[in-house]
């Protein structure tokens, strides 16, 4: 790898949102923020399919149809964040033979997603627990990897957790580690209201994230940034995949022609903000127009310990002393 380029680990990068962003870096076009200087970039995309032909044709048709100075190249790393297993692996193989001693992550974002129909748990670890799909993937799965790969990001680094403005919708509810196994059981706690309660405890784990960093880079010289990503809602991508496929034409085609929703390109531009803008503040939730304030609970420490201690105890999340 050249020893210039900004290395970047991926999740999601291969649909939607996530591949879209990277089309943006890839493009390099002006923007509307600060993003120089520019660098080469080096980009690592966990993906469940690691056959990468069509991906690599869809950014080489980028790179023709905007051609840049600066080269990113894009490689394929397996990762099922439906698996602890998968991203156990995924995790050390970034450790084993990405990262080096004078090359840390640069850019780390966090991504992928998904809506079910109907909550599930069929995520089944080793031991024998389960959890429910959407709360795994969505929220425990990033958990898992910033507890694997924190200490390698670089002091200057950025980590980018793509959230959504879904995260305020179970405000009404007491969402809690006490009440989450209840509200994840079924009854009005369906598909859609699984990915809220996913995104309202991610957004936790920002603001756990950002208390981490500042305890284990205690000065005040350089240390990784955090920002979270409220895209907008944007119906073109494969997000409602599980729904009919008539809805889904409908969202493609209809839905986007409303102001209430937002063009894929201008959300992916708010990812691309999120990973190269270097005057965006760490603990910034970053909407297409710039900052926004997360549900007010996230701001509550003691609310934050507690979901802190419930990473913690499902040992999806280590802090400050058990800290190697
Ligand atoms: N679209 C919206 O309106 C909207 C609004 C707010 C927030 N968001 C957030 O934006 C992010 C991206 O969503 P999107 O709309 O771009 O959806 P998408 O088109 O469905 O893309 C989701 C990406 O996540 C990957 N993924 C899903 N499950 C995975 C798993 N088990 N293991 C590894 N990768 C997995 C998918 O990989 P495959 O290619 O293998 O399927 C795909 O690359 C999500 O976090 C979502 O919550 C979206």
Redesign the pocket.
């Known amino acids: 790898m050249d020893p210039m380029s900004k290395l970047v680990v991926f ?8 591949l879209a962003a990277l089309g943006k870096l890839i493009e390099n076009a002006p923007t509307n923020f600060e993003a120089t200087p520019r660098f080469n970039y080096e980009v690592y995309i ?4 690691t056959s990468d032909g069509a991906l690599q044709a869809h950014f080489e048709g980028v790179r023709q149809s905007s051609p840049s100075p600066l080269e990113v190249k894009a490689h394929l790393l397996p ?4 698996s602890l297993d998968s991203i156990e692996r995924f995790a050390q193989d970034v450790l084993s033979n990405i990262v080096k001693p004078n090359k840390k992550i640069d850019i780390l974002v966090l ?4 809506v079910v129909r109907n909550v599930r748990k069929t995520v089944k670890l080793p031991d024998n627990r389960e959890f429910e799909s959407t709360l795994f ?2 929220t425990l799965s990033q958990a898992v990897l910033l507890k694997r790969l924190l200490h390698v990001m670089a002091d200057d680094g950025r980590i980018v957790l ?1 959230g ?1 403005e879904k995260h305020k919708v179970p405000a009404k509810t007491v969402v809690a580690p006490s009440t989450i196994e209840d509200l994840l059981s079924g009854g009005k706690w369906e598909g859609r209201n699984a990915y809220g309660l996913s995104k309202l405890v991610q957004m936790h784990l920002f603001f756990i994230l950002k208390d981490e960093i500042n305890r284990r880079w205690p000065s005040e010289g350089n240390k990784p940034s955090v920002v979270a990503i409220s ?5 073109e ?3 409602a ?1 599980e729904w009919p496929w008539i809805l889904q034409l409908i969202g493609r085609y209809v839905l986007t022609l409303f102001p209430f929703t937002t063009p894929l390109p201008v959300a992916a531009n708010t990812i691309l903000r999120g990973m190269v803008d270097t005057t965006l503040s760490s603990g910034t939730y970053l909407g297409r127009t710039g900052a926004i304030a997360p549900l007010e609970e996230c701001n509550d420490p003691t609310k934050r310990d507690e979901w802190r201690s419930w990473f913690v105890e499902l040992g999806f999340w280590k802090t400050g002393a058990d800290v190697n």
């Not at 999740?11 to 996530?18: C, P, V």
């Not at 895209?231 to 119906?235: I, N, R, S």
């Open positions: 999740t999601g990068g291969t649909a939607g949102l996530g966990g993906a469940r399919s990762l099922d964040l439906a991504n992928a997603g998904i993937v969505n793509v959504s895209p907008g809602f944007v119906p991508t494969k997000l995949r």
